[in-house]
């Protein structure tokens, strides 16, 4: 009788730690608008596979690209904030109607290079992962966009090439910038370019290589002009209710990985740029870059824009501020 209580109790016992086991397991459904072969998916794909490892498969993300969750760009935030999705990859500058200091990294000419764009992350990223907080979510990686080009039918070489084109824009940084060059900007999310194109509603795009190969832009125009005109950085984001059930072993282990790959994920993104404009113009398109002449009408236009900026959203001014007083005006 006592071996038979014996074997009872040890049974339980080995029950309850395999279900402790068992329930320490989560999976996280990971939100990605951008097709299967981009380079951001690529970059969710290879931190889910780190986390699985460093945390010995106790979290598992599953990433579902091209908006597969039904979660558009201007989503992202919310839907994290509100747990729909525990985790997602989200377009930094798509988030402003959430919070407008968002829309530091996408002044026109602020930050365009990846150096300018890594000093100026010095200053901004506490101010995001404040935000990111106050928005029950902890903010894990950031990885820019290659530079902003635009995408044309015919070749822009001055300021009046641009006059009345109908463009599609990311943001509301890129909505002014274009008004003022005397274009006429629509401001749209991914999901939208692609059938405004075909439609006709839009005729030129401003975005990234990556995306112009994405939409397999040659179809529909044939220029793209190198502006680099805007800075433009993804962040991925957990909601704090599922990180907080994490472990604190767990907590660190992703950290740690977050931060281990995020410099992979820039040196990706400068690769990917260069990569996708020979795809680019293999696909016959013609890719130019702005006269000296034009990029300084181009800078001249975009800098009121910057102090219009800080005056709308004053607590981004120490942060512009001090980055401009590193880099130089």
Known sequence: MKQNLKFAAATAVAFAIGATAVSAQVSWDMSVVWPEGNFHTKNAIQFAEKVRE????EVNITVHSGGALGIKGPEGMAAVRDGLVPIADILMSQQVGENPAFGVETLPYLAPTLPDLALLHKFYRPMIESIAEEMNQKLL?????PGQAVYSPNKIETLADLDGLTIRVVDANGNAFFDALSAAPLQMPWGEVVPSLAAGTIKAVTT??????????????????????QASSNIVTVNLDAWNALSP??????????????GQFWLNSANEDSAKIATLEENGMTVSVPSPELKAELIEKAMPLWEAFKERVPETAPVIDSYLAVRGK
Not at 54 to 57: C, F, K, L
Not at 208 to 229: K, L
């Open 141 to 145: 990686y950031m990885v820019p966009w």
């Open 54 to 57: 460093v945390t010995d498969g």
């Open 249 to 262: 072993e767990d907590q660190m282990a992703i950290e740690n990985a977050a931060a281990s790959l995020e």
């Open 208 to 229: 990234s290589s990556s995306s112009g190969v994405d939409g397999a832009f040659w179809e529909f125009m044939d220029n793209i002009s190198t502006f680099n005109w």
